[in-house]
């Protein structure tokens, strides 16, 4: 039985779309695997599910799963795309959208610049809602990975991140402590690692080692997440460009109580079927 996708990316973060409400899906995690593979599938970061709302305050849910085949609760550079390809497939003509995911509901919002907004929700800062073990509350946390005496700020996003400073994003150990970090006994659910170097009160740059897919070219609510970061030790405004490999978003958050708003673009970049 043949499979529509979809393939998109947000400023390089890529991603296989399918249309779960018009047609039947049924995928295993080993065939997302294969469907994210480079070499012998389409390729991508994750692959995102379109489904019919579990709730009545949503008008889609939102599923987000992870090219080892694992389903996460939070993607941001998906959530942009989502908002366009419901768009581009005619199952809404909405600007504004509320939709259902494991982390709770998003809003998203189309712009007239062909940009997407996305309401991405308070972020949680309690130890034990990012999930991370500590005794209390800090904005930054000590922590030891391969001999080496670290400081983070843990931070959910309705996923869990972890978000360091370095001088230098391009000579940053991403390959080295992006795994060691991911996978430390400290996140019970692992986590996604951010590291993030600072330009200027309103400018960082940002490279992310995301849960179960590896480093990406960029991670949405690891821009969130570091914007916060930041914020929490005094280093940020309210407004911040990031930079990423794969290109530039907007972050902004006035602070505790409020919700952080990322905005960039989401790009389509080919149709096509696959047999499933």
Sequence with gaps: MKLYFTKMHGIG????????????????????????????????????????????????????????GGEVEQCGNGARCFARFVREHDLSDRDELCVETSAGLLRLRLLADGRVAVDMGQPRLEPAEVPFFATERAARYPIAADGV???IAAV????????????????????????????????????????????????????????????????????CAAVVAGRLWGLLWPNVRVDLPGGTLEIHWAGEGEPVTMIGPATTVFEGWIEQ
Aim: with cysteine; charged share 25%; net charge negative.
């Design 149 to 151: 005496e670290l400081e």
């Design 13 to 68: 973060n890529d991603f296989v779309v399918i249309d779960a409400i018009r047609q039947s899906v049924a995928l295993t995690p080993a065939a997302i695997r294969a469907l994210a593979d480079r070499h012998v599938g389409i390729g991508c970061d994750q692959v995102l599910l379109v489904e019919t709302p579990t709730r009545a305050d949503a008008d889609f849910r939102y599923r987000i799963f992870n090219a080892d």
């Design 156 to 223: 959910s996003m309705g996923n869990p991140h972890a978000v360091l400073m370095v001088e230098d994003v391009e000579r940053a150990p991403v390959a080295h402590l992006g795994p060691l970090l991911e996978r430390h006994g400290r996140f019970p659910n692992r986590a996604n690692v951010g590291f993030m170097q600072l330009l200027a009160p309103d400018h960082i740059r940002l490279r992310v080692f995301e849960r179960g897919t590896g480093e990406t070219r960029a991670c949405g609510s690891g821009a």
